[in-house]
């Protein structure tokens, strides 16, 4: 395969998920790497070097919820959960500890597909750093701190540009609601989710063409939100 092929590396210690993995990412034309056990998961990730990495929490070594902030540290390939962990305390673990989206088993292989090439999109953004972003008729430019709907500048509050700026900073990633209050309101308010929920009604008020039924600030219950950007 050409070098330019993105690889994704399968860490899952069950072969019948590998095995449905590799062949739908091969079809998609992804080159494959493959672990079953979060040693080999490292080795891989060194080995290998994936552009991004599915991880299975449930690997017959360790944790694999140990495993996501070593490879979120590393800081070259997105990492997305892919698990049969349904509880929301295990994704806001995952999610805070790096990790840029969570799938639950069983799962339909187009909306893993696409969330895989939301990552992969989110990489390439992020390695040029981007500092215009574009959702919808929405344009926010990082540089200037500057809001605009269809040409015309919109007015935030501070937090709400805080917020909506973390999220543009991280387009197609689910943010925790830790992890936005942190970004716009300091450590100290990290349990105050009436803040961000204000904020969030806000930026819809001014962002959405119906905020009522949001498609560009997208809600992921007792979790957190994701901007839908590109």
């Known amino acids: 395969m050409p070098s330019s092929t993105p690889k994704i590396l399968i860490v899952d210690d069950e072969p019948q998920i590998r095995v449905l993995l590799r062949t739908t990412l091969r079809r998609a034309g992804y080159a494959v790497a493959e672990a079953a056990t979060g040693r ?3 080795n891989a990730k060194d080995i290998d070097q994936p552009d991004l990495i599915l991880l299975d929490l449930g690997l017959p070594d360790r944790d694999g919820l140990e495993l996501v902030p070593a490879f979120a540290k590393d800081g070259r390939a997105p990492l997305i959960v892919v698990s049969a962990r349904e509880e929301t305390q295990q994704k806001v673990a995952a999610l805070d500890f790096g990790a840029v989206d969570y799938v639950t088993k069983p799962f339909d292989t187009d909306e893993l597909l696409a969330r895989v090439r939301s990552a992969l999109r989110q990489r390439l953004a992020s390695q040029a750093d981007r500092q215009l972003v574009e959702a919808g008729d929405v344009h926010i430019d990082l540089f200037r ?17 805080a917020v909506l700026a973390e999220l543009a900073k991280n387009p197609g ?16 308010q990290e349990g105050q989710t009436e803040y961000l929920r204000v904020a969030v009604r806000g930026l819809r008020q001014k962002l959405e063409p119906d905020p009522s039924r949001p498609r560009l600030i ?6 957190g939100y994701r901007l839908l950007a590109g």
């Open 40 to 42: 080999e998961a490292l």
């Open 145 to 161: 701190r500057a809001v605009s709907r269809n040409g015309a500048e919109v007015h935030l509050t501070p937090k709400e540009y």
């Open 173 to 188: 990633r689910v943010l925790t609601h830790a992890h936005l209050l942190r970004a716009a309101w300091g450590p100290a």
């Open 218 to 223: 997208i809600n992921e219950p007792a979790v």
